[in-house]
T-cell receptor
Framework: ETGVTQTPRHLVMGMTNKKSLKCEQH?????MYWYKQSAKKPLELMFV???????ENNSVPSRFSPECPNSSHLFLHLHTLQPEDSALYLC????????????????FGPGTRLTVL | KQEVTQIPAALSVPEGENLVLNCSFT??????LQWFRQDPGKGLTSLLL?????REQTSGRLNASLDKSSGRSTLYIAASQPGDSATYLC????????????FGSGTRLSIRP
């Protein structure tokens, strides 16, 4: 596997379900990101992890819970979602300059298409 | 607060034409600007990254320029092909550690055979 991979590619869940999205990067990067892409809206940055520490949380509802166990893996745990959470969830990675918040080129995974019924 | 605008939202041109896509940003204190393409329902593919100290970057038929003083970047595509049809997005990262990565809404490009 190369680049950034995401599983599953498609997910349909009910509002009471609990599920997790997984992202893995094979690029040796030290930062990983979760983005949300809804129809007709710009990409929204949700979470940033740098050196496995969460450095940014953009007012995301608590029903989305990220986890970064190591620099290569990133999870997004989902529970009691709403229909308006249906979107394409994209993971990305980059090589950050430590403790500066500055990053180089971002590489994206193929995304998980999430539908909440 | 940084705002990134891409106009037009959609563009259709015949195959073989050279074309320019635009990206404007309101805060010129940027660290870098990155251009991506996105095919329907897919992730983003990085095309070019321009650091704030650079004026342009080239890759094959693509050339991206950056003018920080005017808050503009352009993506030039030479000799367009139907395979270039996609949505093109630009993203700006500010210089301060607290600044977020801000994406434009994209330009949906269609190349007619």
């Amino acid at each position: 596997e190369t680049g950034v991979t995401q599983t599953p590619r498609h997910l349909v869940m009910g509002m009471t379900n609990k599920k997790s999205l997984k992202c893995e990067q094979h690029l040796g990067h030290n930062a990983m990101y979760w983005y949300k892409q809804s129809a007709k809206k710009p990409l929204e940055l949700m979470f940033v992890y740098s050196l496995e520490e969460r450095v940014e949380n953009n007012s995301v509802p608590s029903r989305f819970s990220p986890e970064c166990p190591n620099s290569s893996h990133l999870f997004l745990h989902l529970h009691t979602l709403q229909p308006e959470d249906s979107a394409l969830y994209l993971c990305a990675s980059s090589q950050d300059l430590p403790r500066t918040g500055l990053h180089n080129e971002q590489f994206f995974g193929p995304g998980t298409r999430l539908t909440v019924l | 607060k940084q705002e990134v605008t891409q106009i037009p939202a959609a563009l259709s041109v015949p195959e073989g034409e050279n074309l320019v896509l635009n990206c404007s940003f309101t805060d010129s204190a940027i660290y870098n600007l990155q251009w991506f393409r996105q095919d329907p329902g897919k992730g983003l593919t990085s095309l070019l990254l321009i650091q704030s100290s650079q004026r342009e970057q080239t890759s094959g038929r693509l050339n991206a320029s950056l003018d920080k003083s005017s808050g503009r970047s352009t993506l030039y595509i030479a000799a367009s092909q139907p395979g270039d049809s996609a949505t093109y997005l630009c993203a700006v990262k500010g210089y301060s550690s607290a600044s977020k990565i801000i994406f434009g809404s994209g330009t949906r490009l269609s190349i007619r055979p």
